[in-house]
């Protein structure tokens, strides 16, 4: 009897050591420094002139509306993540290109917010002598919801100012988490992000509105710090 019990200790001993680590919810606040890659416009203006240029955005992330992002990611017991991750990136053109295009003003300044669906795969215990080191990879699809600020010369006091919905958007993370306590981390990642923009710019009345395409790809390094329970 004494080896019998002796035995199913062991077993059972062995089956929690091998089980997987429970499922957890952690959720990540950051801030960083973020480029915007210049890019191709076209479409056309209020009344029909047309748009086809080269346009160099800046995204002056230091600058207020600062530039921050937001994640929630639930793990599983496997170590891969599900979840959602808002992104406030900011685009603006620069004053050469919309004295060629026919702008006053031409952004995406109170957010060019990137609105993600994520999966993610984390790596614990990667690193034998820094274990409080976690690496982490994750992919995004989802859609872009920039607040769009245009001004064009010819439409006078018209000014587009708002949300819109633009088209698709995709983001790739690759990061660094680094184990403060159990619950509590901070974290380094390289962002690149996508998206399709199809813009609409309000027009004076009896004009026809004017729509503008382009793609908007940024890149970002972001620091920040995540809390799972």
């Not at 060629?100 to 990137?114: P, R, T």
């Not at 409080?132 to 001004?151: E, W």
């Not at 708002?162 to 088209?167: D, K």
């Amino acid at each position: 009897m004494k080896r019998l019990t002796k035995t199913a200790i062991a077993a059972a001993t062995a089956s929690l050591v091998a089980a997987p680590v429970a499922a957890e919810m952690e959720l990540s606040l950051y801030m960083g420094v973020q480029s915007v890659q210049d890019s191709t416009i076209s479409g056309s203006l209020p009344g029909g002139a047309p748009v086809n240029r080269s346009v160099n955005w800046e995204g002056k992330p230091l600058e207020n509306p600062f530039y921050y992002g937001a994640r929630g990611t639930w793990w599983t017991a496997n170590n891969l993540g599900f979840g959602l991750e808002l992104t406030h990136a900011k685009a603006y053109a620069d004053a050469a290109s919309m004295a060629a295009i026919g702008v006053s003003k031409l952004e995406m300044s109170d957010g060019h917010n990137i609105i993600t669906a994520n999966v993610m795969k984390r790596w614990p215990g990667a690193f034998a002598k820094t274990p409080k080191f976690t690496p982490y990879v994750g992919a995004g699809l989802g859609i872009a919801m920039p607040h769009v600020d245009v001004q064009p010369l010819a439409a006078g006091s018209v000014r587009t100012f708002g949300y819109e919905t633009t088209g698709l958007a995709a983001r790739g993370i690759a990061g660094l988490k680094y184990e403060l306590n159990q619950d509590w981390a901070l974290f380094g990642e390289y962002q690149v992000t996508w998206s399709d923009n199809d813009l609409t710019i309000d027009a004076p009345a009896g004009t026809a509105p004017g729509k503008l395409s382009t793609d908007i790809v940024t890149h970002a390094v972001n620091f920040g710090v995540s809390y799972s329970f």
